[in-house]
């Protein structure tokens, strides 16, 4: 069973967190590994915003995955020791249901009529993956980014459902800046006018996609990293010219724009508006009215918190203060600091600074 | 001749820094004080990228300035001393020739057929009101952000011409980090179908220039600012619902709505493109060759660098650096690092921190 792309869909109907209902819910997964006989060394991973649940290759899918440098044979989330799922969140578009799906109620897509979204109704599909599986108790849920808000609401809403987490570049609740640059991104993306109030065809607002990819972009890396990486290096002249004198003109203009364009048609506009919105939102203190209360929720036995110096949008002080958080009598609580140079991305290229971190905890 | 707001108009084509010349190139200015007999007491003043000439009250105009805290009679610039002036920048839309002028020689405004924009093109207009005023050599030539960056490049190549510097929240160049934040507001700006390639009628692309504003305002300020003034606050409740669920929720999205609603309207969508391209292509080292070369060519007596620790556009290590490039035999260097929150902006807003340090060295 590994490495296959499945799909669970839910008999009965989806309650969303923050109102309205979902019926026939269907929510995609990968998994690798295989499980043991008494079900005690499953991982679950969430992803953040834009992965898909293809977060390694496999025989059915030799594509290389979001974190192919992280999970498989011998590697720091070890496939030969584990069994993992990734699952794709739902309001993403990758074979789980989001506002690009098909609503069974109208024969439509649901476009803005998708509920609003909440990290909580990730995690509670997530949840229901588990129980697809037959898994009562994971050995750990792991997330970066969005993905640990996810195992975080995982962790408080189903207690009993996991040993430990496992926290990357994440974050109890957003602060004002990243609902800054995430609600900007999502203000362009509503701007272009193939968006269309959400009734586009296809992926939708491809130019506005293009231009919130780059300030995605800025968010997700540092400027630390720039500057050492391109500084003030122009353009290569092979660039496009355009027909006015604002085009590219720095090396660092050409690279966001390489990575504009790798992304738009991959993801759609109505999704990412969703999801985006749904980081915002998310605050643990809602469960029990604060962080503490909600903290006294958790029934873990292990926690890993990484946090990364250069990261702008979930900055490091906020991973200090969830493992702090997280401490509790009886409970092993690790917290590492990384100095990696990439910003909030980090987790996906500084593999090796990640990569002993992740390995020793989930030996330990 | 306190606070009048006047214009000279160079009687000789000014040719550009980067190519073409310029006819009748008019540059506004306003002024406070009174010039002494020797003409020693004069301060310059560079502004930033939209502020006008109008930096202070004067009994002519008595609507405050954008650094009233800063200018006046007692006050840290103190026109009972001094005799201050302060240049609407080349480019600019406030009485300066820029973009959204009238060409003399088509009787069309420039539109995109304005050259490049260079600093230097600013601080050679900056010189050519001194002259017009009849001042052989100021006291000083003082600017913030984009107004430090021409105060360095009029140090440069008028080094005769001033006695000392003060750079505020500047650099010597732009790093990339910077240049995309531009960048993607020039982006954004072009991408409104309003824009036009630069032919739009009145101040051009406003949807455009609010999300463009938007991002400024997201590199002017500091993350800790928002963190300590906003935190999770909702926006109050009479803020206008729009007809899709991803308006204003937060405070932080009602204050930066707050704020690009005040700039739209207020500044020359082309005029806007064009100072914020020449931020990021000034490099104090094209002057030599390197910046030691730059740096030698410079006459100072004294030097105020002046940066905020909170600052992502400009951030200190760069106020750090150009205060060690300045460092020369006999020259009187300060160095200030403030601790304001307001980031970039700070040097606007948090007088108390910024008055005192311009005040000593004023008076030294």
Redesign the interface.
């Known amino acids: 069973m590994s490495g296959n792309r499945r799909i669970i869909t839910l008999d009965k109907p989806f309650a969303m967190h923050r109102g309205g209902e979902l019926h026939g819910v269907e929510i995609a997964y990968e998994n690798w590994g295989r499980l043991n006989g008494d079900g005690s060394n499953a991982i679950l991973i969430f992803t953040g915003l834009s992965p898909s649940a293809h977060a390694a290759s496999a025989s059915t899918d030799p594509s290389p995955g979001w974190w192919e440098d992280m999970i498989g044979p011998g590697r720091a989330i070890d496939t030969d020791h584990y069994f993992v799922v990734c699952v794709n969140s739902l309001g993403s578009c990758f074979g789980s249901t989001g506002p690009a799906s098909v609503d069974p109620g109208t024969g439509k897509r649901y476009r803005?009529s998708f509920p609003?979204l909440s990290i909580e109704d990730i995690a509670d599909c997530g949840a229901a993956v588990v129980d697809a599986l037959g898994i009562s108790r994971l050995a750990s849920v792991i997330g970066p980014s969005m993905g640990g808000m996810t195992a975080l609401a995982f962790a408080c809403m189903h207690p009993e459902r996991t040993a430990s987490v496992v926290l990357i570049s994440s974050a109890a609740?957003?602060?004002?800046?990243a609902?800054?640059?995430r609600?900007?991104q999502?203000?362009?993306i509503?701007?272009?006018?193939a968006w269309d109030?959400?009734n586009y065809e296809g992926h939708g607002a491809d130019?506005g996609m293009h231009?919130a990819r780059?300030?995605g972009m800025?968010s997700y890396r540092s400027?630390l990293e720039?500057?050492q990486?391109?500084?003030?290096e122009r353009a290569s002249a092979d660039e496009p010219v355009p027909?006015?004198?604002?085009g590219i003109?720095?090396?660092?203009?050409s690279y966001?724009e390489h990575h504009a364009r790798k992304f738009i048609g991959s993801f759609d506009a109505n999704c990412y508006?969703y999801l985006s919105?749904a980081m915002?939102?998310f605050?643990l203190a809602d469960h029990g009215g604060c962080l503490d209360a909600a903290a006294d929720c958790l029934q873990l036995d292990r926690a890993l918190v990484i946090g990364v110096e250069t990261d702008?949008l979930f900055?490091l002080e906020q991973q200090r203060e969830l493992a702090g958080l997280l401490q509790a009598p009886g409970r092993e609580v690790e917290f590492e600091a990384l100095p990696s140079l990439q910003g909030h991305d980090s987790f996906l290229v500084d593999m090796d600074r990640f990569r002993p971190v992740v390995s020793r905890f989930l030996r330990g």
Do not use: V
Request: glycine share 4%.
């Open positions: 803005l609003i609740r957003a602060l004002p800046f609902i800054a640059m609600s900007l999502r203000e362009i509503r701007f272009d006018p109030n959400g130019a231009l780059k300030l800025i400027a720039w500057k990486r391109f500084g003030r027909d006015h004198p604002f003109e720095f090396e660092i203009e966001l508006l919105r915002d939102l605050d702008i900055p």
